[in-house]
């Protein structure tokens, strides 16, 4: 079947503008993930979804970004008011179930703030 | 929260040699300790895994060995070859977020 989508592939964007990385996860996978990675950086974490459990919002490096999973599927990160440190590629990836298990990464949105 | 230390940041290795990576973490309740293969431009991808209840796994030419007690645990290549080249990240999860280390750049030259 399909793997992890995710859309736009590529974004630029002007600083202080709005943007939505939309990811779409292998159908029937209850965990989501979305993960930061610059520059030659490794992978941070940002946000977790698993089922209908309140989302870990506890690597999201400020108030200005924010993911929802709607319906327990596709999911939205949304960066408000960006900045160029905010330039890197967002990578979002799922899981059948819990954690401990292998996760299934999208190609990413690569996000260039001008 | 979990702190993870990956060592080296890049290494060089004639095809045919062995490559070791390294990994430390900070938090004992750990259990699960993936690695991921990324290649250049490509998604990062599962290569091999290992439980708290196991020290060590082999996957024909790759192998990883946990010390539960040091908190550490390594990546083994054997007979390294061109098309090992990539970025290795480590990874450790309890029974929260999957966090990773900052990688490895192995080249592997011909």
């Known amino acids: 079947g399909a793997g992890v989508s995710q859309s736009p592939s590529n974004k630029v964007t002007e600083k202080g503008k709005d943007v939505e990385l939309r990811c779409d996860p292998i159908s029937g996978h209850t965990a989501l993930y979305w993960y930061r990675q610059s520059l030659g950086q490794g992978l941070e974490f940002l946000i977790y979804f698993q089922g209908n459990s309140a989302p870990d919002k506890s690597g999201l490096p400020s108030d200005r970004f924010s993911a929802e999973r709607t319906g327990g599927s596709v999911s939205t990160l949304t960066i408000q008011r960006t900045q160029q440190e905010d330039s890197a590629v967002y990578l979002c990836a799922s899981s059948p179930n819990f954690v401990s298990g292998e996760l299934f990464f999208g190609e990413g949105s690569r996000l260039t703030v001008l | 929260g979990e702190n993870v230390e990956q060592h080296p940041s890049t290494l060089s290795v004639q095809e045919g040699d062995s490559a070791v990576i390294k990994c430390t973490y900070s938090?004992?309740?750990?259990?699960?300790f993936p690695w991921y293969k990324q290649e250049l431009g490509k998604r990062p991808q599962l290569i091999i895994d290992?439980?708290?209840?196991?020290g060590e796994k082999k996957d024909q030419r790759i192998a990883v060995t946990l010390n539960k007690t040091a908190k550490h645990f390594s990546l083994h290549i054997t007979e390294t070859q061109p098309e090992d080249s990539a970025v290795y990240f480590c990874?450790?999860?309890?029974?929260?977020?999957?966090?990773f280390g900052k990688g490895t750049m192995l080249l592997v030259s011909p």
């Open positions: 290992i439980r708290s209840n196991v």
């Open positions: 990874a450790v999860s309890g029974y929260s977020t999957l966090t």
């Open positions: 938090d004992s309740a750990s259990n699960y």
